[in-house]
């Protein structure tokens, strides 16, 4: 489904801000992976983010989904293969705009121009519908405007406007992370629903090592640009938090410098 080969990217060349990002990535995605990404301030788990959605081209290498070649194409023309939810609850939405406004402008994503009608009555009992499966009452709420929603309930709908036609790559990036404990919980409840449900391939940045290690059927840890360790699901159901902190210390010769670690 995803297919990173020999995947490249230095940051400022030649000067002395230089920064390798990304040294000769290579990851395959399977349909329906569910993928876990841990790995050390500046390991380069954004920037793999960025260059799969297209915010940055790598230097050299490829990135195919679906067996198509994108890594090439502008952000905008591959939106419609990718759903993206990020860190700050701020960024998946349009604040001045209602729920259903909102949810609109995700059903359209991808869509030809001709099928931008408003919102009918059987667009509103389906995003009705969809919010209803968050199960936080949004679904009452249609017409409040997005920005006076709490954290969790903006990253609740962002999960959902970035599922909602069904991408063939789900990228989160620290999608919890701002959230309170009690809301990232039902935060990662759902996406995890989400992902199963609609059998998505996902892509996770997390650091929330237990996290980590619960969620999905595989894990990989990043360490200067590479990815040092490949966890498949079967070790993972057996992996602890401590085993991972030492597998990576075995590993990188150093221990996990991860300023915004959570260990579980
Ligand atoms: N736009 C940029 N310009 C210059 N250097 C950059 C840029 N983006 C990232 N870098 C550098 O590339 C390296 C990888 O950064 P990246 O943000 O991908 O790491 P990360 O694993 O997401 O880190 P963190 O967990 O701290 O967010 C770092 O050394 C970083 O400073």
């Keep these: 489904m995803l297919n990173i080969s020999k995947v490249s990217k230095l940051f400022n060349p030649g000067t002395v801000d230089e920064k390798t990002a990304l040294i000769g990535i290579n990851l395959h995605l399977k349909p329906g992976d569910f993928v876990t990404v841990i790995g050390s301030n500046g390991a380069g788990k954004s920037t793999l983010m960025n260059i799969i959605s297209g915010v940055m081209r790598p230097d050299a290498g490829n990135v195919e989904i679906a067996g198509d070649k994108i890594t090439l194409l502008p952000e905008y023309k591959r939106s419609k293969w990718i759903g993206r939810v990020f860190q700050d609850p701020m960024a998946g939405t349009a604040p001045r705009m209602t729920i259903e406004e909102n949810l609109a402008m995700a059903y359209k994503r991808g869509k030809p121009r001709t099928l931008l009608l408003g919102v009918t009555p059987a667009k509103r009992a389906f995003f009705k519908e969809q919010l209803s499966r968050l199960g936080i009452g949004l679904e009452n709420r ?27 790559i789900l990228l989160l990036d620290e999608h919890t992370a701002a959230l309170d404990p009690a809301r990232a919980e039902l935060i990662t409840a759902l996406t995890d629903s989400l992902v199963h449900e609609m059998k998505l391939t996902t892509l996770m940045v997390t650091h929330n090592m237990e996290q980590a290690i619960r969620l999905g059927n595989r894990l990989i840890m990043m360490d200067k640009g590479r990815i040092i360790l490949d966890v498949n699901e079967q070790r993972k159901k057996e992996l602890t938090v401590a085993q991972l902190l030492n597998e990576f210390e075995q590993i990188s010769g150093k221990k996990l410098a991860d300023d915004r670690i959570v260990l579980g």
């Design 142 to 168: 249609l017409g409040a405007k997005v920005g006076l929603l709490s954290g969790g309930e903006r990253q609740a709908l962002s999960l959902l406007m970035a599922t909602y036609t069904k991408p063939q």
